[in-house]
């Protein structure tokens, strides 16, 4: 029978509080934020999938990375933090192409002109 290894860090109280689920105070203003943010992964997703795009690149200030969301994991993120108060634990993408992500000033963009092509029906 297999059983799992025991945490070695399972007695450390620091180690216990940074696994803790995190509990942001969101309020209403957050809320519709966060909702507003949910909005638009939808529509980038629907605009920009067809044209070969995964997701969101994002310029990291802490560690001067460029970190690489798929639409998919982006809005699970938002809505744990709307359902939970709690963001999925991912892994980051494994050896992504930058190719296939855009900013999101880039999808906003975008999405914005076609919709003004489309027509906001076709959304």
């Not at 966060?34 to 638009?40: P, S």
């Not at 991912?90 to 999808?107: G, I, L, Q, R």
Request: charged letters at 30%; aromatic letters at 12%; glycine letters at 4%.
């Amino acid at each position: 029978m297999y059983e799992e290894p025991r945490d070695p860090f399972a007695d450390d109280p620091d180690h216990a509080e940074a696994i803790a689920p995190f509990e942001p105070d969101l309020d209403d203003d957050d809320r519709a934020d966060l909702l507003e943010d949910l909005h638009e992964l939808e529509l980038f997703e629907k605009v920009l999938q067809p044209q070969g795009y995964r997701g969101v690149v994002v310029d990291c200030a802490d560690c001067d990375e460029a970190h690489y969301f798929t639409w998919g994991l982006l809005m699970a993120n938002l809505r744990g933090l709307l359902e939970a108060n709690c963001a999925q634990v991912h892994e980051p993408a494994y050896d992504p192409d930058p190719a296939h992500y855009v900013t999101w000033d880039y999808a906003r963009g975008f999405s914005d002109c076609w919709i003004m092509t489309h027509g906001e029906d076709a959304v």
